[in-house]
């Protein structure tokens, strides 16, 4: 019966549909608006992760990577639009700890093989960190007060199914 439960609020959440605040009560869920939440609630009552992923679409996905950043006290920014040397980018999430800033790349490649894209990939955000370094201490300034120096990190989450 609970899992019935946790399995119908994971479609609820990949269709987009209102979660029902009642099953989210019995399923002790107190922040509809967190989706880590559901997952992590899932995977307690021994859902696998490669059959949650699965439900769940890359907005999904990428929600739930900033939910676990949200969950380990970092502040979060999504799909961050900048242009930076006449090009025009977008990066997934940005996760603020301290003087830590992670760049988060997110690829919610279940169905396809990627092993061939992946130093694409890499490169691909990579070049894209060093982009938004030249303008990160403005769009950060109010996040990061006080902190002398910021260290990007570069970070691509993909799911284990995804990695040949």
């Given at each position: 019966m609970l899992n019935d439960l946790i399995r119908k609020t994971l479609?609820?959440?990949?269709?987009?549909?209102?979660?029902n605040k009642n099953d989210l009560e019995t399923l002790g869920i107190t922040?509809?608006?967190n989706p880590a939440l559901i997952i992590?609630?899932?995977l307690k009552n021994g859902f696998q992760l490669n059959e949650i992923l699965e439900i769940l679409t890359w907005q999904n996905f990428e929600?739930?990577?900033a939910g676990v950043y949200e969950l380990n006290n970092f502040s979060t920014i999504r799909n961050l639009h900048f242009t930076?040397?006449?090009k025009r980018n977008e990066i997934d999430i940005i996760a603020i700890r301290d003087k830590y800033v992670h760049i988060v790349e997110c690829k919610h490649w279940i169905r396809t093989r990627i092993s061939s894209n992946i130093s694409r990939i890499v490169n691909n955000h990579l070049s894209k960190t060093l982009l938004f370094k030249n303008i990160a201490e403005k769009i950060l300034a109010p996040?990061?007060?006080?902190?002398p120096m910021i260290i990007l990190i570069p970070v691509i989450v993909i799911p284990p199914k995804s990695v040949p």
């Amino acid at each position: 019966m609970l899992n019935d439960l946790i399995r119908k609020t994971l479609w609820d959440l990949a269709l987009k549909r209102t979660l029902n605040k009642n099953d989210l009560e019995t399923l002790g869920i107190t922040d509809e608006n967190n989706p880590a939440l559901i997952i992590t609630t899932a995977l307690k009552n021994g859902f696998q992760l490669n059959e949650i992923l699965e439900i769940l679409t890359w907005q999904n996905f990428e929600l739930i990577v900033a939910g676990v950043y949200e969950l380990n006290n970092f502040s979060t920014i999504r799909n961050l639009h900048f242009t930076s040397q006449n090009k025009r980018n977008e990066i997934d999430i940005i996760a603020i700890r301290d003087k830590y800033v992670h760049i988060v790349e997110c690829k919610h490649w279940i169905r396809t093989r990627i092993s061939s894209n992946i130093s694409r990939i890499v490169n691909n955000h990579l070049s894209k960190t060093l982009l938004f370094k030249n303008i990160a201490e403005k769009i950060l300034a109010p996040l990061i007060l006080n902190k002398p120096m910021i260290i990007l990190i570069p970070v691509i989450v993909i799911p284990p199914k995804s990695v040949p």
